[in-house]
Structure formats: C-alpha cells, structure tokens
C-alpha cells in the first residue's frame, strides 16, 4: 500500500463509496518507485475549463488518470454510449476521462516548457519525456455485470479477483502494468511539476440560493453544473456558467455578462411548454453571471435516448419529435428569437406514462432580431458549432454550411437547415455525414440528404411515389429527406375517393422539386433591397410538418439555403386528403416554366371530398403562392 509521502490526496472525499474506491486504489500500489498518487483534485486547462480528476496515478510505464464509477446491475453500450437499466442513458464516462488526460498531458508539457527555460537546459530535454496519460474508468461496485463488448470494453476495468461475475478486466491490470523500457522523468521531478501545476482542491461553490456539487460536460462557451437548493435540497437545477479565461479584461468580462442578461430578459417573455427556458438569473464573482435551468432526471438527451431505444421507436414517434421541436422553433422565431445550434444535443427527450413524448428545445443561443448573422448577439446558451474533441465534428454537421462562412446568412433559414439535419437523424438513426467536410460532399453529391444511404430497405415506390398512395394499406408509412420523394402514411377512403392519412399518425407531408439543368431565376427585389443576381437553382425542397413549411435551396452549386413559411388554412375541419400530382404547370412572375416529372403530396381541408379538379385548382393556386414568395 502506498505511504502518506507518496498517496496526495488534495481533497477528502465526502462520499463512502468514492473513498472505498480510493482505498481499494491505495492498498493495490506498491509502496516503491515510480509509484505516487494524487487525488479527488481539478485543474484548469489552457482553453479556461475546469476539470475535476478522481485519482491521477503514476506507474512504471505512463500515468493513469482514473474516472471512479460506483455503478451497479447490467451495464450495456457502445463506444460512445451507456445504458444501465432504471437510468437515462449517459455518454461513456470513458470519453469525457480521455479528454481529461489530453487537456492534463498538455497542461503537463507546459509546465516543462517553462521548466526547461528557467533551469537554462536545451529545450526538449525534458518536454521529450513528458509521460504519456492513459485514461481509464474503474468501476469498483462488486455487482456490475458489464455486457459491453469489443472495443465499448476497452479501458472500462472492474474489481481485482471479480472478473467471472463483473465481465471486467482487474484494475491492476492497468496500473501495476510493466515498462516498456523507454526513458521516463524521474517520480520526484514528476510530483515537482504537479506541484507547479497547482492541483486545486475540489469545492462545493454556493450562488444565490444553490449549492453547486458537479460539473456536467463542457462545451467551448459554457460550463454547466448541477446544483441543489439550499433550503430545499431534494430540488435540483443545472447551473450554465459562460467560460471565463484568466486573460479576460475586466471590459469582456462585463459585456459576456451583458449578454447574460440580455438572454434572460428575452428568455421570460417567451412561453411555450416546448421551450428549456431558465427560470432564475444568478451571480458569482468567480463564474459570473448565470442561468439557472430545471433539472428533470428523467429527460435524456435526444441522441442518448434513440441510442438507448434504437428501433423500437415507431415511425409515428419520431414523426411526433420532429413536430413538436418543428412547432417550438415556429414559435421562437415569431417572437425573434433564433437558436443557431440546433441539433439532437440540444434538444432532451421525456416518456410519458401514456406511452408518447414530450420535446424540450434548449440551448436557445442568439436572442433578438430574427435578421441576419451581423446583428446577432450571442448568447451563453448557444450549443457552439466548434464542440471539443471527439463532438465537434458531430454537431456541426448540423449547421448549414453557409452559417460557417457568411456572415450575412439569415439565422432563420440557418435553424431551418439545422431542423431538417435532426429530422434525418431522428429519421434513420444516423448522422447527416461524420464531418462538416463530409456533410459539403454528400450535399453537393446528393443534392440534399438521400434517405436510402442510411436506409436502403425503403422501396423504390417509397422514395419516388408515383401518382397514388404508395400502398393502400394503413401501415404503407415513410417520412424522408431524398432526392426525389413524397411522404404520407395513408389509407384508401372509398365513399370520399380520396387517400386520408391513418388518425394515429402526425400530419407530416413533404415535397421535393427537381429542376431542369441550366435553370436560372433571379430573385426579384423587395423594397430597400437590391435585386439578387440571376443564379442556377438546382433544388428545393419543402418539408411540412404540422403547419410549418421548410425550404431548402441549393443555388449556385455551393450555397445551401433553408427558411420557412407560414401554413395558410384552407378552412373546413374535417380530414386530410392527399393528393399525389406529377408534372403541374405553376404560373409564376419567377423565370421558372415548367417542373420535371416528381410527385407532389398537399394538404387539404374539407367538409366533403373535393373532386380531382377542385383538388388540383387548389393546390396551384396554394403552390403558386407559395412559390412566389419563395423568390421575392
């Protein structure tokens, strides 16, 4: 067992079973070099994050930062996620301990750097053996079953002597592991630089009427943290803090503050149940100002929990995600406030007793004027597009591209773009493409995002419908974004003639035009605006759900843009009969003259079956409406 000289613990731990673990840790090391430990201990990186470190080991081959679990009952995942039985779904813990270990083994190798120039030795002479950090998650409850398997249980260790029933590698494994024979610092000079580093012991900060007791996952612009009530302490909330860097002058501190506030002020004039609003406005003199948000244990965040449901989620369901994030962005938007992050991270998920849903929209980013990107005041909730490490590829290929480089492009259309990449995700259960690079390509490619790549069961008939219903059967149902489809979950309504959607499924309809090679519109000028140059329109598509419609245009083979309009009632109550059309002749004032052969679902409402002509009259005049504001 390690010795007091050679165990640091930096921090009593206040938990039972995170001191078990420490000790179980302790009795393991041997009492000899190159051996040493530190404990329940933070340290601040070069990007002004905070991360809190569990044990930090030193062994004869590398150092092991050591993420403790006390977890229980049969655990199951991926690389990237976990899912225990009676508890949300949660990221790997593994991953959140390897960004640790690389923010820790860069903070380490400049602490050296430093060291190297005071002491007047040859640089790299010691920045050469800086020790590598393994990160490593142990799990020291002796009722674990792990069910992960291949590469999901790599780096996830158990109980020495409990391999049979845990399923898990013995912690010693990793850390009395053998050298490798390299050069490494000598211990001594190892607990000098940590010394220099300036482990930080952990704290339970207090602000307002919270107690701040654990950081959640960082993101480049923000640190949240859960909190309890002071006074009634079973009440929870998550805390976001803007991240402030030691280089801050006292002036940027004050106006990211400003903004702050702002959101607030702007966030409690809003009021929709599908909106995360945060409901107090908190000061520190450490972390500055804050948001307070609800904490609900029982919400999972999107992309955990379609991981955790994976295809036992109906089509009905996803349907009904779509619309109800589609209807609280609406409703954002008419009160001009825009999101500009949104994506299955920003959006949390809760089962309901009966079986359905509830959405919550979060991370609402940039509050005021629903105008362009240069008037946009950015908040401390905005879900950043640059994310770090391993998610930032991730969320941003949920952005529109041109919101990377224009600074001009309207964030409206920009959130509509971000809409229809979850409603692919929800969809098919996969990323609209693995990086922002990859996303360029498939748009560019595809001409939008071509549902069969990720769901190559769906028929031909599905993906290109022809003049009727895709099937008259109930259960004929498909939603997509593609190249060329039309979406409806119909029946065959003898009396009225007509296909009406089953009344168990969401209205959701879509549309997609391909336009001849070679077209050209130019956009005609709106009062104070100069006209838009003539440009070749390749593709637009429309998504309806509920009574939002969604465009998405591709202009000039490089420009992807996205925007909405409102649904125009065509009066009546009674059901919704869809109409599949190929060909129709649209009358515009736009250069546009004739559409290519597609399909083409609407909506309409009636008290009796419309026949074919009134259906069709309807729609062009619909369309042509429609349409005419798409190009004003």
Not at 85 to 101: F, I, N, T
Not at 225 to 246: G, S
Request: net charge neutral; hydrophobic share 40%; aromatic share 8%.
């Amino acid at each position: 067992m390690l010795s007091n000289g050679r165990w640091v613990e930096v921090t009593p731990s206040n938990h039972a079973h995170e001191q078990e673990g420490l000790q179980i840790l302790r009795q393991l090391l041997p009492d000899e070099p190159p051996f040493r430990a530190w404990t329940n201990f933070e340290f601040k990186d070069g990007h002004g994050h905070w991360h809190e470190v569990d044990a930090l080991v030193l062994g004869r081959r590398r150092l092991h930062l050591v993420e403790l679990k006390y977890y229980s009952g049969l655990l199951q995942g991926t690389d990237a996620d976990w899912f225990r039985s009676g508890h949300p779904a949660e990221k790997s813990p593994l991953l959140l301990a390897r960004r640790k270990a690389q923010r820790f083994a860069s903070k380490m190798k400049e602490q050296l750097v430093a060291l190297e120039r005071e002491l007047g030795v040859q640089p790299g002479t010691y920045a050469r053996l800086t020790p590598w950090v393994q990160e490593s998650v142990f799990i020291h409850h002796p009722m674990i079953r792990s069910a992960l398997v291949g590469s999901a249980g790599i780096g996830i260790f158990g109980l020495d002597d409990h391999e049979y029933q845990t399923h898990l590698a013995p912690i010693s494994d990793r850390l009395l592991e053998e050298s490798q024979g390299k050069p490494q610092l000598p211990d001594d000079i190892v607990g000098h630089l940590l010394a220099r580093m300036g482990l930080v012991e952990r704290r339970e900060l207090t602000v307002g009427s919270w107690n701040l007791f654990e950081r959640l996952e960082p993101t480049e612009t923000h640190q949240d943290w859960l909190a309890n009530h002071i006074a009634v302490t079973e009440e929870r909330a998550r805390i976001r803090f803007p991240i402030l860097h030691d280089n801050d002058s006292a002036q940027h501190i004050a106006d990211i503050n400003k903004v702050v506030d702002h959101e607030y002020k702007v966030m409690q004039g809003l009021s929709h149940d599908g909106l995360l609003r945060p409901k107090e406005l908190v000061v520190h003199e450490e972390l500055g100002h804050g948001l307070v948000f609800p904490f609900d244990d029982k919400a999972e965040r999107l992309d955990l929990w379609l991981a955790r449901r994976g295809q036992t989620v109906s089509l009905d369901t996803r349907l009904s995600v779509i619309r109800q994030v589609a209807e609280a962005l609406q409703y954002a938007h008419r009160n001009k406030v825009v999101h500009r992050g949104l994506s299955p991270y920003a959006l949390w998920v809760r089962e309901r007793p009966d079986g359905g849903v509830k959405v919550l929209v979060g991370e609402l980013g940039s509050v005021g004027s629903a105008g362009d990107l240069a008037t946009a005041t950015r908040g401390v909730t905005v879900l950043h597009a640059q994310g770090i490490d391993e998610e930032e590829d991730q969320e941003a290929v949920f952005q529109a591209p041109e919101g990377v480089w224009s600074t001009t492009a309207n964030r409206i259309r920009l959130d509509l773009f971000g809409l229809g990449a979850t409603a692919y995700f929800v969809l098919t259960g996969h990323l609209p493409a693995n990086d922002r690079n990859a996303l360029l390509a498939r748009l560019r490619d595809q001409s939008g995002l071509d549902i069969s790549v990720d769901l190559p069961a769906a028929s031909t008939e599905l993906r290109n419908p022809g003049p009727s219903c895709p099937s008259q059967s109930s259960s004929s149902a498909l939603a997509c974004t593609g190249r060329s489809w039309a979406a409806c979950r119909c029946s065959w309504s003898p009396a009225a003639r007509s296909w009406s959607p089953a009344a168990s499924s969401p209205a959701a309809s879509a549309w997609f035009f391909s336009f001849p090679k070679g077209l050209r519109s130019t956009v005609r000028a709106g009062p104070g605006r100069a006209s838009s140059p003539s440009l070749p329109i390749r593709t637009l598509m429309i998504f309806q759900i509920g009574g939002l419609f969604t465009r998405h245009r591709r202009v000039g083979g490089r420009c992807i843009r996205v925007g909405s309009e409102g649904h125009a009632g065509l009066g009546g109550s009674c059901s919704t009969v869809i109409s599949p059309m190929r060909s129709s002749r649209l009358a515009t004032s736009a250069t546009v003259r004739r559409l290519t052969p597609v399909s083409v679902s609407t909506s309409f409402r009636d008290r009796t079956a419309p026949s074919p002509a009134s259906i069709r009259a309807t729609w062009e005049k619909t369309a042509r409406s429609f349409w005419s504001r798409t190009f004003s």
